[in-house]
């Protein structure tokens, strides 16, 4: 399952200790047990870290948790994230989103650069002392990144990250939560990645949106491709390396091949806030998403390698999953400026 460190695990409340707000009393009302002394290797779940972000929203009633000099309402991410849900593709679903946060807010600049096939995410904090040791800063890289990988559907890599900080003591922490090449010290924080992905269609319904919503921050903490989770773990396992299809064993077989018991497996998936079957299912969308990208393949195949016998059918599911049919999805992909 994955885990934070004891470093971001401590940076969280330190925005609302700057408002008054004890260690002590933080954790009381986030239900976590309070220790004496926490040791640099010790981790946290994603659950613990979830509760403890809730509560700092609601006592503080700022989704900025204390960072910032002027607080941020609670409601503004769901307001923001079905707004942008309604966007065409990625790159006006980012101004879109970038936008809203220019008008809640002048105390973060985040805008899109876009420089021939290269895309960059630009943040700019206007009281950076309000955030001494950089929890929130790179927690809004986290959000952008992880956002536009859960919008899209598929996992977007990330080619530079450029830090504002001087490289820190948990730099490895940062390498895990950004996978790339990092660059440290910079005048601006920066996410950089290839600029056609921008053409993405959004393809989360609004059930999805709202599940999403419901189980914030949990899902932005967890969704990067090698994250630790165990969901992670079997999606690896299980995504073909060459050309082949999909192949799902039962779950008794998958947790054989886990060394745990199935009844562990299903608990421990629990514990993530999901289960095989929706697993399965975000397998088949991921592939079914980076094979309808290649115009040469056939969507007959683009089903078959998905699991479906008839073409029929994959299509029906396939509308299900993002909104599209195979051919529009594809043909918005492909032809960005044509289908607006």
């Not at 700092?56 to 503004?76: N, Q, Y």
Request: charged letters at 25%; glycine letters at 6%.
């Amino acid at each position: 399952m994955a885990s934070v460190s004891t470093h971001h695990f401590l940076a969280v409340m330190r925005g609302a200790q700057l408002k008054g707000w004890s260690r002590q009393n933080l954790l009381l009302e986030a239900g976590i047990p309070d220790q004496v002394d926490y040791c640099a290797e010790q981790r946290f779940t994603i659950h613990q870290m979830t509760r403890l972000t809730r509560t700092i929203w609601r006592v503080l009633d700022d989704e900025f948790m204390g960072f910032t000099k002027h607080p941020c309402k609670s409601g503004a991410f769901s307001f923001a994230l079905q707004t942008m849900r309604k966007s065409h593709n990625l790159h006006d679903a980012l101004l879109t989103g970038f936008e809203f946060y220019r008008l809640a807010a002048d105390d973060i600049a985040t805008q899109l650069i876009v420089e021939d096939d290269i895309a960059t995410i630009d943040i700019r904090f206007a009281y950076p002392e309000f955030d001494p040791q950089h929890y929130f800063e790179e927690f809004w890289m986290v959000i952008w990144h992880r956002l536009i990988s859960w919008l899209s559907g598929v996992r977007i890599p990330l080619r530079h990250v450029r830090f504002r900080q001087q490289q820190p003591a948990y730099k490895k922490e940062l390498h895990y939560m950004f996978p790339g090449k990092h660059d440290y010290g910079c005048e601006t924080s920066q996410l950089e990645f290839d600029a056609k992905y921008l053409a993405l269609p959004l393809v989360r319904s609004q059930k999805e949106t709202e599940l999403f919503l419901a189980r914030s921050p949990y899902n932005l903490l967890s969704i990067p491709g090698s994250d630790g989770t165990l969901q992670g773990e079997i999606m690896s396992q299980l995504t073909p390396t060459n050309a082949e299809p999909l192949c799902f064993p039962d779950i008794e077989e998958l947790a054989r091949t886990l060394n745990v018991s199935g009844t562990t497996l299903r608990r421990r998936l629990q514990e993530e806030s999901t289960n095989y079957t929706e697993i399965k299912t975000e397998l088949r969308r991921q592939l079914a998403y980076k094979m309808l990208s290649d115009a040469k393949v056939p969507i007959g195949k683009v089903a078959e390698a998905v699991g479906f016998s008839e073409t029929s059918a994959f299509g029906r599911a396939f509308k299900e999953w993002s909104g599209f049919t195979p051919r529009q999805y594809r043909s918005t992909l492909l032809n960005p400026a044509g289908s607006s």
